[in-house]
């Protein structure tokens, strides 16, 4: 421990801003070699050709647990076998490889839906647009036939007097 005034010397050194300070570290080797060894153990790589799934192991099905929520509100884990085994590797690849090209066909379905349904909502502005000049012309011919109307009047009017 330090005295009172050895850290008030200190303080004093520091807030001075002494060029070199007269404290003596241990060296970085002598630090390092105080410091305890932990051994961490190293995991063997493990690759083999069976895939990704450790619990699938050669031909015996998987073992697949369930939870089970019973009337009394306790939960029961319960083992279920199933029934097929799994099927050969070239029968996998062969489903992967449809379920990719199902894929693809389905993304190239999206697409065409998508550019039609834009194609379709410029053909419904454009309908829209000769609606309502049509409706404008209709409006127009109703009023001019009014007008003739009325002129027609006036003039069996005039006629007969």
């Known amino acids: 421990m330090c005295s009172k005034e050895q850290l008030n010397e200190i ?6 801003g002494l060029p070199k300070c007269n404290i003596k570290l241990p060296a970085w080797d002598n630090l390092t070699s105080a410091l305890p ?15 990704w799934c450790g619990c699938l192991q050669d031909d015996e099905p998987p073992e697949i647990t369930y939870c089970v929520v019973e009337n009394t509100g306790t939960l029961t884990l319960q083992a279920l076998t199933p029934t097929q085994p799994m099927p050969p590797q070239d029968e996998l690849d062969s489903k992967f490889a449809e379920l990719v ?5 389905n993304q190239e379905l999206q ?4 550019l039609a349904q834009s194609e379709l909502d410029i053909a419904l502005g454009a309908h829209e647009s000769q609606k309502q000049v049509l409706l404008t012309l209709n409006q127009q011919l109703v009023s001019r036939i009014q007008e003739l109307a009325t ?6 009017t005039a006629l007969q007097t």
């Open 151 to 156: 002129i027609h009047d006036e003039i069996t």
């Open 37 to 51: 060894r932990l051994h961490i153990p190293v995991m063997p790589a493990v690759r083999n050709r069976r895939g």
């Open 111 to 114: 697409s065409t839906a998508k």
């Open 101 to 105: 090209t199902l894929q693809k066909e």
């Open 11 to 16: 303080m004093d050194k520091i807030h001075m």
